[in-house]
């Protein structure tokens, strides 16, 4: 195997496990360990890795929060995937909270027009479920942040207080051992309340979303019922998920997984 088809295995074990030693690249690809570490120095180098003693991690690196309008241009097919089985759990009669985020917007397109009450602080949400006959809607007021589109502050926080609801449909940034977490404060400290106006939490996040920790910490894992992803996590994440009794729903299958 050539140098550069090394860097690219290194880079792509890196992205699923976090880290790597230079004992794991030695038996990974059969190679010295002096070959190893003039791996670690060119990909050092390239600003690709940073180097610890006896290896290497990613470099931190903070994915800029596209505003919302441009965000919604690039929800995924596993993005529908996931909105589309968080619908199918929402029965009649239900009380449910749904977020701001762009996979929870995908779970409203997918809601049929069946009698439920809905709670948001989201205008785009509000306006989607507006065309569904017999849906009631129940929209936040507060400060409205323009770029998100999004209602925050403190009269959004005192009146979901007033509410008790099923469900709540929640999206993130981050899901990982420091539990769930967002980009802007304002946005999480309205999910927290969320959260705790619920009887059973429903969190929507596609896998790219698990071992990511951002800004902000609006939940710990122990805060939710269930997880509706696209692909199942690694066994080190599905541990840990075990450990604090979330279960896990992988949608986009003819037949979902699901682990407890």
């Known amino acids: 195997m050539y ?12 992205n699923r496990n976090r880290r790597i030693s230079v004992e794991q690249i030695c038996d990974l690809f059969q190679v010295s360990r002096d070959t190893a570490r003039r791996d670690l120095v060119k990909l050092e180098d390239r600003k ?27 929800v995924s097919q596993e993005k529908q995937h996931i909105g589309q089985k968080a619908a199918s759990l929402i029965q009649s009669g239900d009380k449910i909270i749904l977020d701001t985020s762009t996979t929870v917007q995908a779970c409203a397109n997918h809601m049929e027009a069946i009698e ?30 323009k770029e998100h589109r999004f209602l925050f502050g403190t009269s959004v926080i005192e009146r979901l207080k007033k509410f008790h609801v099923d469900k709540a449909f929640i999206g993130v940034v981050g899901v990982s051992e420091n539990g769930l977490t967002i980009a802007h404060e304002e946005d999480g400290m309205v999910k927290k309340n969320m959260i705790q106006q619920a009887e059973q939490v429903i969190v929507l996040a596609d896998h790219t979303k698990f071992g990511v920790t951002e800004f902000f910490q609006f939940a710990k894992l122990e805060d939710v019922d269930l997880i509706i992803t696209d692909k199942g996590p690694d066994p080190e994440f599905q541990r840990l998920l075990d450990r604090c009794d979330v279960e896990l729903l992988v949608a986009g299958k003819e037949e979902a997984d699901v682990w407890s």
């Open 116 to 145: 439920c009450t809905v709670i948001t602080n989201s205008i785009n949400q509000a306006e989607i479920l507006s065309n569904k006959k017999h849906v009631n809607i129940q929209l936040l007021g507060g400060s409205l942040q």
């Open 3 to 14: 140098q550069e088809e090394r860097l690219i295995e290194i880079i792509r074990y890196l």
């Open 48 to 74: 690709a890795i940073v180097r610890t003693r006896g290896g290497a991690i990613l470099p931190s690196s903070h994915n800029i929060i596209k505003d919302y309008t441009k965000r919604l241009q690039t």
